[in-house]
T-cell receptor, first 114, second 115 residues
Framework: ETGVTQSPTHLIKTRGQQVTLRCSSQ?????VSWYQQALGQGPQFIFQ???????GRGNFPPRFSGLQFPNYSSELNVNALELDDSALYLC?????????????FGPGTRLTVL | AQSVSQHNHHVILSEAASLELGCNYS??????LFWYVQYPGQHLQLLLK??????LVKGIKGFEAEFIKSKFSFNLRKPSVQWSDTAEYFC?????????????FGTGTRLKVLA
C-alpha cells in the first residue's frame, strides 16, 4: 500500500456527461500527477499539480482539468465525456525534489463511458 | 518526441527460468528511470529506480536493472522467476530537466510464469 487513495473505484457515465475523480495523496507529499491508462497501454501523463497550481500538462484537451487543494488532495474533472475516455485513471503523489522524484500510485478509478 | 519502448509485449516462462525485459528510451538528456509492476487486480508498485551512481540497481523481490547510457537502455532482470512474479511490468522515464515530474511509460510487458 502506498497511502494514495482514489475514489470512486468504478464509475459508469454516458457520452457528453461530466465526471469528477478524487485523489488523496500520501502523507507528506505535495505533488499530484494524473495519468490515463487505456486498456493494454501504459499510463499516459495528463497533468501535474504542485502547491495548487498546474505544473505541466500532457497531450490532453482542455476538457480535462484539475484542482489541488491546500491539504494536497486533488480532483480530475472531465467534461463532455467521449467513448475514448473509458480508461483507468491513476493518481500519483510525490514530493517535488529533482533528485528524489518518485511517484507512488493509487489503485485507480475505472471509468466506463457508454 | 520522448518515448519509451518495451519490445516484449508478452513473455511466458517456466518457474526458475531467468528473465530479462527490455526497455529503451529516446531522450538525450539526464533521466531518472523506473520499473513498476502491476500484479493482477492491484495497483502500480515501484520495483526499482535509478537516479545516479552505480548503473546496476537492485530492487525488491530479487529484481535488478542495468542502466546503459550509451544504449539508452534500462533492462530489468531476475535470475530465477517464481509463479508469483506473474504480472505486468512497466518501464518509466522521467526526463529530469523537463521542468515537471511527468513519467513517460512504456506500453508494458505481460509476464506469465508457469508453475
Amino acid at each position: 500500500e502506498t497511502g494514495v487513495t482514489q475514489s470512486p473505484t468504478h464509475l459508469i457515465k454516458t457520452r457528453g456527461q461530466q465526471v469528477t475523480l478524487r485523489c488523496s495523496s500520501q502523507s507528506g507529499h505535495n505533488t499530484v500527477s494524473w495519468y490515463q491508462q487505456a486498456l493494454g497501454q501504459g499510463p499516459q501523463f495528463i497533468f501535474q499539480y504542485y502547491r495548487e497550481e498546474e505544473n505541466g500538462r500532457g497531450n490532453f484537451p482542455p476538457r480535462f482539468s484539475g484542482l489541488q487543494f491546500p491539504n494536497y488532495s486533488s480532483e480530475l474533472n472531465v467534461n463532455a465525456l467521449e467513448l475514448d475516455d473509458s480508461a483507468l485513471y491513476l493518481c500519483a503523489s510525490s514530493v517535488e525534489d529533482l533528485l528524489l522524484s518518485t511517484q507512488y500510485f493509487g489503485p485507480g478509478t475505472r471509468l466506463t463511458v457508454l | 518526441a520522448q518515448s519509451v519502448s518495451q519490445h516484449n509485449h508478452h513473455v511466458i516462462l517456466s518457474e526458475a527460468a531467468s528473465l530479462e525485459l527490455g526497455c529503451n528510451y529516446s531522450y538525450g538528456g539526464t533521466v531518472n528511470l523506473f520499473w513498476y509492476v502491476q500484479y493482477p487486480g492491484q495497483h502500480l508498485q515501484l520495483l526499482l529506480k535509478y537516479f545516479s551512481g552505480d548503473p546496476l540497481v537492485k530492487g525488491i523481490k530479487g529484481f535488478e536493472a542495468e542502466f546503459i547510457k550509451s544504449k539508452f537502455s534500462f533492462n530489468l532482470r531476475k535470475p530465477s522467476v517464481q509463479w508469483s512474479d506473474t504480472a505486468e511490468y512497466f518501464c518509466a522515464v522521467n526526463p529530469s530537466t523537463s521542468g515537471t515530474y511527468k513519467y513517460i511509460f512504456g506500453t508494458g510487458t505481460r509476464l506469465k510464469v508457469l508453475a
